[in-house]
């Protein structure tokens, strides 16, 4: 049995972007990379526009997301504030299910 993969946005040095298996597109994790974005609401704005964009490129949307997974460097500092941005942005008739942790954020 051969499986289709498909990679799109393959120049990173260490992975592609997207990755579409059996119609399901995954995506690599996100950040908000504009140096101008020092508060969390602000990167959680910069980080979803992002995943719009690849998902667009992927030919989907966010009302397909399964699932969501979202690191934050400090979740009792960012906790509140990134989570009102997300709720403004996610399909509120399809919302994924959700995990949200605190981690060591590589720079």
Known sequence: MTTTIERIHTNHPRMSQIVIHNNIVYLSGQVDESLESTDVEAQTKGTLAKIDKLLADAGTDKSKMIRATIWLK????????????????????????????EAKLAS
């Not at 960012?78 to 942790?101: H, I, L, S, Y």
């Open 74 to 101: 400090d979740i009792e500092k960012d906790f509140k504030g990134m989570n009102k941005v997300w709720e403004e942005w996610v399909d509120q008739d399809n919302k994924p299910v959700r995990a949200t942790t």
